[in-house]
T-cell receptor, first 119, second 113 residues
Framework: GAVVSQHPSWVICKSGTSVKIECRSLDFQATTMFWYRQFPKQSLMLMATSNEGSKATYEQGVEKDKFLINHASLTLSTLTVTSAHPEDSSFYIC???????????????FGPGTRLTVL | AQSVAQPEDQVNVAEGNPLTVKCTYSVSGNPYLFWYVQYPNRGLQFLLKYITGDNLVKGSYGFEAEFNKSQTSFHLKKPSALVSDSALYFCAGGDSGTYKYIFGTGTRLKVLA
């Protein structure tokens, strides 16, 4: 249980194009999903919190017009990198918030990540 | 401000020896603490968590961690390291209000044959 998938697992695109990454909770419903970005040999940086049916909450310094997040259902959140540039190349990881069997606390379940390379 | 610290960028240990990867935290309220492992170009794999209960938490692949409230630590341990344990390890603290995670900077574990 508590499986989160991401699609695609890797993508290469040309500078100026837009790329959409999907995050799905496969066997549970997640009212909240999180999007992270990880640079090589660095930690995960939280980009935004995605809540089903409402606007995402972005962390300080993250451009909301650059990284569009849509959480249209309880099992799907998407991250669209608009007008991608080489500096957007990174590893993007999503997580879904769900009951982990611990009373009173939901925990995050992580997707396998998406490697984006912008040429 | 809430924070999670992993003071060591890298830990080297000989195969068969015990290993410890350190983590200290500063979070408000009851701490919810997690350890994850990441292999190259892969996502995070859950190892173990502390939510409440016993201070010694046992997790996947023979790992365990001890929650120490007085020292605000949650060090990851394994009695006998394997070469296959070589990877990047992240400690994370959870905020009980927002469910956000605060990640440490990661510690690269290298187990030498």
């Amino acid at each position: 249980g508590a499986v989160v998938s991401q699609h695609p697992s890797w993508v290469i695109c040309k500078s100026g194009t837009s790329v959409k990454i999907e995050c799905r909770s496969l066997d549970f419903q997640a009212t909240t999903m999180f999007w992270y970005r990880q640079f090589p040999k660095q930690s995960l940086m939280l980009m935004a919190t995605s809540n089903e049916g409402s606007k995402a909450t972005y962390e300080q310094g993250v451009e909301k017009d650059k990284f569009l997040i849509n959480h249209a259902s309880l099992t799907l959140s998407t991250l669209t990198v608009t007008s991608a540039h080489p500096e957007d190349s990174s590893f993007y990881i999503c997580s879904a918030n769900g009951a982990g069997g611990s009373i009173g606390y939901n925990e995050q379940f992580f997707g396998p990540g998406t490697r984006l390379t912008v040429l | 401000a809430q924070s999670v610290a992993q003071p060591e960028d890298q830990v080297n240990v000989a195969e068969g020896n015990p290993l410890t990867v350190k983590c200290t935290y500063s979070v408000s309220g009851n701490p919810y603490l997690f350890w994850y492992v990441q292999y190259p170009n892969r996502g995070l794999q859950f190892l173990l968590k502390y939510i409440t209960g016993d201070n010694l938490v046992k997790g996947s692949y023979g790992f365990e961690a001890e929650f120490n409230k007085s020292q605000t630590s949650f060090h990851l341990k394994k009695p006998s390291a394997l070469v296959s344990d070589s990877a990047l390890y992240f400690c994370a603290g959870g905020d009980s209000g927002t469910y956000k995670y605060i990640f440490g900077t990661g510690t690269r574990l290298k187990v030498l044959a």
